[in-house]
Nanobody, 121 residues
Framework: QVQLVESGGDLVQPGGSLRLSCAVS????????MGWYRQAPNKEREFVAR???????NYADSVKGRFTISRDNAKNTVYLQMNSLKPEDTAVYYC???????????????WGQGTQVTVSS
């Protein structure tokens, strides 16, 4: 079992910036994948960005060049730096991790509770 605690959501004007954080705690041997998804009102949850432990990073086309994902493995924390925010970025942002345990070796997925980002003037 792991716990994900997100923070950083806020109301920001168009063109502004925010930094989201997601701290992971609990029992695990590694966290191969740390990522962010978002869900706008009346829309499906969608992929935003993902950081893989081998160094690969993926972004949704809609956020490329504006958002940056990073991770601090010592703190088991993933960040999402969001710049040049647009009203269409308004959504609840969810942290998602894939973590591994041993005995027996297995991989699980877990979600955070979500943090609201509102971009509006």
């Amino acid at each position: 079992q792991v716990q994900l605690v997100e923070s950083g959501g806020d109301l920001v004007q168009p063109g502004g910036s925010l930094r989201l954080s997601c701290a992971v705690s609990g029992s695990f041997s590694s966290i191969p994948v740390m990522g962010w998804y978002r869900q706008a009102p009346n829309k499906e949850r969608e992929f935003v960005a993902r950081s893989i432990s081998d160094g690969r990073i993926n972004y949704a086309d809609s956020v490329k060049g504006r958002f940056t994902i990073s991770r601090d493995n010592a703190k088991n924390t993933v960040y999402l730096q969001m710049n040049s925010l647009k009203p269409e970025d308004t959504a609840v942002y969810y942290c998602n991790v894939e973590y591994e345990v041993v005995n027996p070796p297995r991989r699980f997925s877990s979600w955070g509770q979500g943090t609201q980002v509102t971009v509006s003037s």
